[in-house]
């Protein structure tokens, strides 16, 4: 498979639809997650888009439908998350990382920082409690802030939005690997160090990844399955790191580099 890192957040959602286990994560805020999206969601297509078609149609006529669609759509984002995502969902986010994590081999790696039940039938039944800070990411109201700040830049014809994702994504991107690196024990240092080597595929990951979360009533459910796919990412780079720190066992063994 291609080892581009903004296809993890689409093979996340391959990954969790596959796996049905995974969906008890999902179903217990299913109705909560759906009542909130379709009311924010509506509201602002009710009562804010006709005003911002009508406003941007003065600076472009031709982008103005497409434009204030995705600035409605930001805005509803930045809504939800701040309303739902940040107080509710974490600890499922946790959940889907740490049982993709066991799933594809690395229980080492999660039982530092939680209890599992090794009898359990599978990865999320195997997951107990926490027994140190668990965070997928920090809740950040500087990343809030910005988004909403750089939502602006949609109102720029034809180039407004791409811009506005890839600034969006190189913030947000190293935030889906908050758990992988406490997990590691890294320190800010080398958290910063580790991101700064990678920062251009952590942002395509995060322009991928906030580009589902962008889709109305979806994007609380993109939200896991982008765990998801950054629990898989995660896993190559563990795997490359366990093989750069493995012995030779023989002459001339060979060490990939790391695919992050």
Do not use: C
């Amino acid at each position: 498979m291609l080892d581009f890192s903004g296809l993890y957040p689409l093979k996340g959602i391959w990954y969790f639809v596959t796996h049905p286990y995974f969906y008890p994560l999902f179903r217990a805020r299913m109705i909560p997650i759906l009542l909130l999206s379709i009311f924010v969601y509506a509201n602002l297509f009710i009562w804010t888009y006709l005003p911002q078609v009508a406003f941007l149609a003065i600076f472009h006529l031709a982008g103005a439908w497409v434009n204030a669609t995705f600035l409605v759509l930001g805005e509803g984002a930045a809504i939800v998350a701040l309303l739902f995502e940040a107080f509710f969902v974490d600890e499922a986010l946790v959940d889907t990382f740490d049982a993709v994590l066991i799933d594809q081999g690395f229980a080492d790696l999660v039982k530092e920082a939680r209890a599992l039940d090794q009898d359990a039938q599978n990865s999320v039944q195997m997951l107990g409690k926490p027994t140190t800070s668990s965070l997928y990411s920090p809740f950040s109201f500087r990343q809030i802030i910005e988004f909403v700040i750089l939502l602006p830049l949609n109102l720029i014809p034809i180039v407004g939005v791409p811009i506005f994702l890839i600034l969006t994504g190189w913030r947000a991107g190293p935030f889906h690997h908050w758990r992988y690196f406490k997990l590691l024990g890294l320190s800010k240092k080398e958290r910063k160090e580790y991101v700064r080597n990678r920062q251009l595929k952590y942002t395509w990951f995060g322009i991928v990844a906030l580009a589902l979360q962008l889709v109305p009533v979806l994007s609380m459910l993109f939200l896991l399955t982008s765990a998801a796919g950054s629990a898989l990412w995660a896993v190559q780079m563990e795997k490359a790191r366990r093989s750069r720190e493995r012995p030779a066992t023989a002459p001339g063994e060979l060490y990939h580099d790391d695919p992050a």
